[in-house]
């Protein structure tokens, strides 16, 4: 599923009319006729794919972010796969007034990077990180990840936000990330640590234990590299369900 197979971001498009509109051949904007629809809703299509098509030349995913409905957001995935950033912390505690980030990994382009506290993990290169990605993706980031880097360090996260715990409980994957792991046969390369054991391992650092800070950064960057893994296997669900089983 490509952002140009998209019709819903118009108004008075819902899931029916764009089924419709892929059952009846426009499976994209080139094959879009307004005779598919009433001229009002047909000029509206023709008003969005012209503005559209600009801002996809720019690669301007923000704007793709604000006119599809929060729960089609996956769909800007196969279009911006080359500068989407998967991202996770690792935090002292639950609260973001009375605890700190100790440990962000950032997964790009094949590449995962780990910044930590005391150390590379500042405000200017987490924005740096951050402003440069076309789309984040994270796992109850909304709700944790997000306004606790935010807190702390006094970002500004703008770029568009796919959380992944909401795209899985379409699909019928609930729990936290162990669970949806589990449930897809996503591997930890034989990691059997949780939440409270990163706290654990922090603290071993802080001691003097570099090794804990080594089992730290490779259970974060796990939790990262397999977001794109459960990304990749959501979306080609969805694309099934949603757009290919719809097709002519």
Known sequence: MRIENSFIPV??????????????????????????????????????IATASEHLDDGNSRYFASEFPSGENWRLYENFREN????????????????????????????TKTLVRG???????LQREFSESDLLVSFNGKRFDQPFLE?????????????????????????????????LGVSRGGMDIGGQDAVRLWYQYEAGDEAALETLVRYNQYDTQNLETILETVTETLHDDVFACHLP
């Open 119 to 125: 150390d590379d993990l500042t405000a200017e290169a």
């Open 151 to 183: 807190h702390n360090f006094d970002l500004s996260m703008d770029a568009p936000h796919l959380d992944l715990m909401y795209t899985c409980k379409r699909l019928g994957l609930s729990g936290g990330l162990s669970a949806v792991e589990n449930e």
């Open 11 to 48: 108004r008075g498009v819902g899931e029916k009319t764009e089924q419709k509109l892929w059952q009846n051949g426009a499976i994209d904007w080139n094959e879009f006729d307004p005779s598919l629809v009433g001229s009002a809703t047909g000029d509206r299509i023709e008003s969005f």
């Open 84 to 111: 989407t950033c998967f991202f996770d912390i690792e935090t002292t505690g639950l609260s973001k007034y009375s605890s700190v980030v100790t440990t962000v990994s950032l997964h790009r382009g094949g590449e």
